[in-house]
């Protein structure tokens, strides 16, 4: 009933690693035709059997580490980005949603709220520049009532929409 396996699927996923009953339940490595590799828990009883902690790598060379939930990334992780981003926190449905970290290649750095993959809520972008926007943002973009140092060392306060638009003081 219980024990390690190898399982090669119709698909061509090959599974090896602890085996209980009829399937995967337990810690192993799922390896996809199309390069996608998985390694850690697993648990055949539910919809899909990534569920737990766990390591992704895509065949794009993006890779995941952190909490499954029914075969989805679903609660802390890091998401690794071919081009250098890293992106830390919470995540729901595969997609960063909640407070998340994210460091960029070129040095920028944001802190706070995504919703379904994108800045949505309150956060913090430190640019590469050095200017600093700390605010609203709406589905990954600056925008609404926030504060801007400027790399000159000018403050701003007021309304925003990817620069200083509306009420605002200097």
């Known amino acids: 009933d219980k ?12 599974y090896e690693g602890d085996w209980e009953k009829l399937g995967p339940r337990g810690k192993g490595i799922s ?12 648990d055949d009883t539910i919809d899909e059997v990534f569920h737990g902690k766990g390591k992704m790598k895509y065949p794009d060379d993006r890779v995941y580490e952190g909490d499954w939930k029914h075969g989805n990334h ?14 830390k926190g919470d995540f729901k449905n595969g997609l960063p949603s909640g407070m998340v970290h994210v ?8 802190d ?3 919703k379904d993959g994108n800045a949505h809520g309150k956060g913090k972008m430190r640019d590469d520049d050095g200017s600093v926007y700390d605010g609203d943002w709406v589905n990954g973009t600056d925008k609404g009532k926030c504060e801007f140092w400027f790399t000159d060392g000018r403050f701003y306060r007021g309304d925003w929409k990817g620069t200083p638009h509306g009420r605002g003081t200097m």
């Open 31 to 42: 390896t996809f035709p199309d390069g996608h590799v998985y390694e850690g828990d697993h």
């Open 3 to 14: 024990g390690k396996a190898i399982m090669t699927y119709p698909d061509g996923r090959v």
């Open 103 to 110: 460091e960029y290649p070129n040095g920028r750095v944001y």
């Open 74 to 87: 679903d609660g802390k992780g890091v998401l690794t980005y071919p081009d250098g981003r890293i992106c």
């Open 112 to 114: 706070g709220s995504f």
